[in-house]
């Protein structure tokens, strides 16, 4: 390992000092709640803000993941990890029916539209298969996830502990797409969103790596919506709702779509500040709706883009070949 | 006699009773440069659509390198290493050219996605491999002092050629290019041109291109085939094309008029 690698690996494990000074519940429990929301925009990021498809419905993977983890804990007595690993699994298969079904002849709002039905399909669903899921009335009591040591089991019951595990899936995740987005399945996906034609002349099956987005992301999105009903341990068919759905859609469009980071700004402009801010919850809606607009009026990129531009007029300069040597700006 | 490459036969193309691409034969025989001339909507591009897979035409085939490649996908076809550019300027937009090119050499990428989560060795050595080819494809078209500009920045000339450059990326065997040199000023164009036939010599890549210039035609192709209401009208060397009687007769004739638009 070295020096750099070393200070980077540093920096990602003082994160984890952050639960340790963070003792009042109720600081916690804002952290908590936009790490979730962090992770399930990125995926989304990866789906609207890399690969260029608009979905109205990332709620069903969130809620998949939710509900299917509550059930394999709470029905079925598997741990909380294996668990999640299933509830994961089976909402990259999901995903990929869907996306196999949908994908080839959708193409814009036409999936987005879609999408939006699909979530709808599984409120019915979970609403109606009252044996498994308890209908309307949701999943309560979800167990915190444990580890079980030897000598004792260890329950994440506590603010500060469940911190410890949302702060290690933040870092998972992004550090994950982050090497996706700079690999060459990365730049597939940006090739998909930034013309399908080209793309496929190059030789991008773009149905394929569409598909693959979709799937990645709803994994993703699966892994947020256990971490939240496990954490908050009551959920509903309320989880497929448009509530659900634009969430994410505000914090990645205000956040800034195709950065990655925008999901942590967006996410705590929405999450972190009204809380500081003490705002009532029916204000911060409305506080966020003028964000939105504002944004998307002088910010269609959103606030990490305009930070970018604002980097490259200031720190770089156009055109760094030196010596032959390109360097390379993302 | 030159290895056979690409061979059309009778491919017709009918849009809604147009015959865009009527009954059109002609080969295209290792490391030529071919061209491709008739006025606006005499089916050049049409051609171009069926040949890379874009559109399947109404009957005919297209045999490439002893392939029947008729109606496959355009990532397929791709990925045998028949690529295209497009007429219209297409490139990833907001993106840099570097990053453009970089992302034309896809099919070459040799790592799975867990080696590029762990950044493991295999995706390290293919990665530094896809960008020294980057970076000699921008080199090859001149316009390496411009890789970190965006390519919507670009002037409308250096877009042309960031199109080519993606397409060179890919390492083609059979390069189809839709008008290269439209909108280009008179030095553009000659360093096209110059580019065009570095690339055919340096890589031994084979190359079909439309275009209306043609001074440009004449003076890089072996084998120019005319084109006219979707019908091949004329097929040979600049010489002979220069004074066929058919070609004169669209080119110069009272057939121009009715033609452009
Ligand atoms: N998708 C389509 N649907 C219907 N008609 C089409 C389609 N594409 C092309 N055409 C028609 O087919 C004819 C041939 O068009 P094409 O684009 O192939 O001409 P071209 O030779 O490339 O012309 P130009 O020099 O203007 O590019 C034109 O009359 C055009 O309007
Ligand atoms: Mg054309």
Known sequence: ?330 | MAKLLLEISQATKYFAGLRAVDDVNFRVFEGQICGLIGPNGAGKTTLFNIITGFLSPTSGKVIFNETDITGTAPETIAKMHLVRTFQQTNMFSHLTVFDNVLTGTFLLNRYNLWDSIWKTKNFRNNEDELKKLTYQTLRYCEMEHLSSTRASNLSYGNQKKLGLAIALATRPQLLLLDEPAAGLNNKETMQMASILKKIQKDFGITILLVEHDLKFVMSLCENIVVLNHGQKIAEGPPNTIKEHSKVVEVYLGTNHQHNSH
């Open chain 1, 1 to 330: 390992m070295n020096k750099t690698n070393l200070i980077k690996a540093l920096s990602f494990l003082s994160l984890f000092s952050i639960p340790l000074i963070i003792s009042n519940p109720y600081y916690g429990d804002v952290l908590i709640i936009y790490c979730i929301f962090v992770i399930y925009a990125l995926s989304l990021d990866l789906l609207l803000g890399y690969t260029g498809i608009i979905s109205f419905g990332h709620a069903s993977f969130f809620g998949l993941g939710a509900y299917a983890s509550a059930i394999m804990t709470l029905k079925l007595h598997l741990s909380y990890w294996l668990g999640l690993l299933i509830a994961v699994g089976i909402t990259a298969v999901v995903a990929f029916l869907i996306g196999s079904l949908t994908l080839r002849k959708l193409k814009g709002i036409y999936f987005a539209i879609v999408s939006f039905a699909i979530t709808q399909v599984f409120r019915f669903l979970v609403v109606e298969w009252e044996t498994v899921t308890n209908g309307a009335a949701g999943i309560a009591s979800i167990p915190p996830p444990e580890i079980n040591l030897i000598f004792e089991k260890i329950a994440f019951k506590s603010e500060q502990s469940y911190l410890f595990i949302v702060i290690a899936f933040v870092i998972l995740v992004t550090l994950s797409l982050y090497r996706v987005v700079n690999s060459g399945l990365g730049r597939a996906f940006l090739a998909i969103r930034e013309g399908e034609d080209l793309a496929r002349s190059i030789g991008i099956d773009t149905c394929k790596y569409k598909k693959i987005a979709l799937v990645i992301s709803a994994i993703i999105a699966a892994i947020s919506g256990s971490l939240y009903g496990h954490y908050i341990s009551a959920i509903g068919p309320r989880i497929f709702s448009l509530h659900y759905v634009s969430l994410p859609l505000i914090i990645v469009i205000v956040g800034g779509k195709g950065t990655l980071l925008g999901a942590f700004i967006g996410a705590a402009l929405f999450f972190v500040l009204p809380e500081f801010l003490g705002f009532k919850p029916e204000m911060k809606m409305v506080i966020f709706g003028l964000l939105l607009l504002m944004s998307i009026i002088y910010m269609p990129d959103g606030i990490a883009s305009k930070l970018g531009q604002i980097r490259d007029k200031f720190f770089v300069k156009n055109g760094e070949i030196k010596n032959g040597k390109v360097t390379v700006r993302n």
